[in-house]
């Protein structure tokens, strides 16, 4: 009984690799509809729209939590944010992305620091006064990313493709300025 089980189990982990389920693959370019919902102006100036915007783009994975993307909901008030989650990007398991939203209105000191900081020089120190480095902030201020990609080779940015996948969904999350 126990090796039919582990038999069913292979075949379906067979199955679903064979498909494409776990792995992110390549994106395909969008056409008509899909297109359109990767223009920034189809999109409101929400959390959850920018993103389903990123997602759009196939960077993230909002929805479907612990499918192809996992995402955690982060303790953002540690940071003075509103609300936010930490993605394992689709085009590589070692690339994690934090997008954060801070409330304009009602922002505390903590978030005026953190947001100063990443103004300023693009990282900003954490609870145990590490710098955390590769930090974006959306042109309205309103949004923060946090890029980490374990594998970008400093040395060969250039030419290195993480690198690169990093400048784009950087461009991306900027675009999102609403």
Not at 33 to 58: I, Q, R
Not at 76 to 100: N, P, S
Not at 101 to 114: C, F, I, Q, R, S
Request: with cysteine.
């Amino acid at each position: 009984m126990k090796r039919l089980i582990a038999l069913f189990l292979c075949l379906g982990v067979l199955m679903m690799t064979a498909s494409g389920c776990f792995g992110a693959g390549p994106q395909k370019e969008a056409t008509g509809d899909e297109a359109a919902n990767k223009s920034v102006s189809a999109y409101k100036n929400t959390y959850t729209d920018m993103l389903n915007y990123l997602a759009a783009w196939g960077y993230i994975n909002p929805r479907e939590k612990n499918k192809d993307i996992t995402y955690t909901e982060m303790q953002a008030d540690l940071i003075g944010a509103k609300q936010g989650r930490r993605f394992t990007a689709e085009h590589t398991k070692d690339t994690v992305i934090e997008l954060y939203e801070y409330d304009l209105k009602a922002l505390n000191a903590t978030a005026d620091e953190v947001r100063s900081a990443v103004e300023k020089n693009g990282t900003f120190q954490n609870l145990f006064d590490e710098t955390v480095e590769n930090v974006y902030l959306s042109k309205n201020k309103r949004y923060m990313m946090i890029y980490n990609d374990k594998t970008i080779n400093k040395d060969t940015k250039e030419t290195d493709d993480n690198y690169k996948a990093r400048q784009e969904v950087v461009e991306k999350f900027t675009e999102f300025d609403k």
